[in-house]
């Protein structure tokens, strides 16, 4: 059966006229189609950063349970970092693989695969046999996280170009923003369900049955899997998008442009003086088509494994041109560049807060203040940021919140660096300047990185390209998860030059904001791509 029709707040009226619809709105600015719509793209967000986050505890937790007392790492893959990057390595994957296939194949073909393969994934996870011990079980843990990173990675391309699609221009930067948000959202669930659990395992760990821990971290892996099963069946029978479906018309028949265009110019004198009340219907220029061509909208071949049309992936041509390889180039770079100081800070959040001394005590204290403090500066600073950018992103724009962003990151990566050794005494003042880190990430680049691929890019490209810079912004996670406790631990470097380094980063992001990185608040990529393409009809 198929799902979502009313989700989409465009029509196309059976050809290739683009006309919003006009839907009663809620209490939040948004239909019910669009609260819907939210719903099941942001409870794969949600569950995402829960699965890539809560690797925080799930490590310490490991440590009190199969490693000798003391242990602070593993004794493989560069004290942890691979086991931590694992998902990220696997999201490289199915960020270019799934986008490319959203392009190809339409979104409603290739949508809900992706959560297919996190379900599978976290039961192969939380199946691990205690018998291999630590090292086997760590192992096995990388292995099946870098499959479900494959999932969740697929879920950035998809999930933003299924928005995107489907969202008004004037309220698009909300609803992206909101499906982020949920990344917030997954993040404070996954601390908050740490911190019932941890203390659920009191009795054990003072008890020194340090083994029964090994239940505690497959409950906070497989909890991810209930809103996995409620998300699935209507991923996988969502009909496509009318953006879609005339973008794949245009491939299908180049030389519909050229009938478009011809049409436009006939209607142009006889409507040249009326006028539309936009918040009714808004009908795009050189969007007129011929009655001939049937209407292929509402479909959801999800189940069935059918292409939308002639399956067709243009991404090489469209970037094969400066102006928008410029765009591409800035997206790419920036979400690089954010993700080498995000994710260095928040994969390695239980280590900095042990830097500083506030995991200190008992076994089950440490373990409790490690939960503890994650929700602190999830509650406090990460979560916070993302409700700042979903209610001014439309109003203030996406390129001033991204450099705001980068400027006071760089800010407060400068005072941990300059003053670590002071700070790392002084828990509270310490928790302050994390706390505001955390919110300029989320009120910033963190958030607008993911928004502004999914607004500057014709549908037709939109998921490819979404999928390919937010690989390149894994590519940074990768390497900053990876190098973050080999520099703090074992070089000279320490946690000091560690916030250095990320405060150039933040710095470098300005930089590539500025130069390259187009504002995209009530831009039509759709229409200038048609527009684009009339023009090179005409030669």
């Known amino acids: 059966m198929a799902f979502g029709a009313d989700l989409d707040g465009w029509s196309g009226q059976g050809g290739l006229t683009l006309v919003e619809k006009k839907k009663a709105q809620t209490f939040l600015g948004v239909s019910w189609g669009e609260m819907k719509l939210l719903l099941i793209a942001g409870v794969g967000f949600l569950m995402d950063a829960w699965d890539l986050f809560i690797i925080n505890l799930i490590y310490s937790i490991i440590l009190v349970a199969y490693y000798p007392k003391g242990t602070k790492n593993i004794d493989w893959g560069l004290e942890g970092g691979v086991l931590k990057a694992a998902a990220n390595i696997g999201n490289i994957v199915g960020q270019v693989f799934f986008g490319f296939c959203g392009d190809m194949f339409g979104r409603s073909a290739v949508y809900g695969k992706e959560l297919v393969i996190v379900i599978v994934a976290v039961i192969l996870q939380i199946s691990a046999p205690d018998s291999i011990g630590g090292h086997g ?5 990388a292995v099946f996280r870098f499959i479900m990173g494959i999932g969740i ?3 950035y391309p998809m999930s933003a170009s299924v928005v995107s699609d489907r969202a008004h221009i004037r309220n698009r930067g909300f609803l992206l923003s909101w499906i982020f948000s949920n990344q917030g959202w997954g993040n404070l669930t996954g601390a908050l369900f740490g911190v019932i659990v941890i203390a659920g395992y009191r009795h ?11 239940g505690a971290w497959r409950i906070l892996q497989g909890l991810t899997l209930v809103p996995a099963f409620i ?15 005339q973008a794949r018309r ?7 442009v050229g009938k478009i265009n011809s049409s436009n110019a006939a209607a142009a004198g006889s409507h040249s003086d009326s006028e539309e009340d936009e918040d009714v219907v808004k009908e795009k220029k050189l969007e007129s088509t011929p009655p001939s061509i049937a209407s292929d909208e509402n479909q959801a071949v999800g189940l069935g494994f059918k292409s939308i049309g002639k399956p067709k992936n243009e991404f090489i041509e469209y970037f094969s041109e ?9 997206c790419a770079a920036c979400w690089f560049l954010v993700d080498i100081t995000f994710y260095g800070i928040n994969l390695n959040q239980s280590s900095i807060l042990a830097a500083i001394g506030f995991t200190t005590g008992t076994t089950w204290g440490k373990l409790m203040k490690t939960a503890t403090g994650n929700l602190i500066i999830t509650a406090a600073g990460f979560l916070p940021g993302y409700f700042i950018t979903m209610f001014t992103i439309d109003i ?19 005072i941990l660096a300059g003053r670590f050794n002071h700070l790392k005494n002084q828990t509270g003042p310490f928790f302050v300047v994390f706390v505001f880190l955390q919110l300029f990430f989320n009120f910033g680049a963190n958030a607008t990185t993911f928004i502004v691929p999914a607004e500057v890019f014709p549908t037709r490209v939109r998921a490819t390209a979404h999928g390919v810079c937010a690989a390149c912004g894994k590519c940074g996670a990768i390497l900053s998860s990876l190098l973050f406790a080999h520099l703090a631990s074992k070089t000279k470097v320490g946690n000091e030059g560690v916030f250095w380094i990320f405060f150039g980063v933040s710095v470098l992001g300005i930089i590539v904001t500025w130069f390259f990185v187009p504002e995209t608040m009530g831009y039509d990529a759709d229409e200038v791509d048609r527009q684009e393409l009339a023009a090179k009809n005409r030669q």
């Open 204 to 214: 054990y760990v003072d008890s020194g049955d340090l083994h029964k821990l090994s």
């Open 153 to 155: 990675g697929g879920d």
């Open 396 to 414: 203030i724009g996406r390129k001033k919140i991204q450099l705001l962003g980068f400027t006071m990151n760089a800010l407060f990566l400068g």
């Open 137 to 141: 079980i760590t192992i096995w843990l």
């Open 231 to 245: 998300t699935i069946y209507f991923r996988l029978t969502l009909v496509e998008s009318t953006r879609f479906t």
């Open 322 to 330: 400066w102006k928008h390889f410029k765009n591409l180039f800035g």
């Open 250 to 256: 245009l491939q299908d028949d180049p030389e519909l």
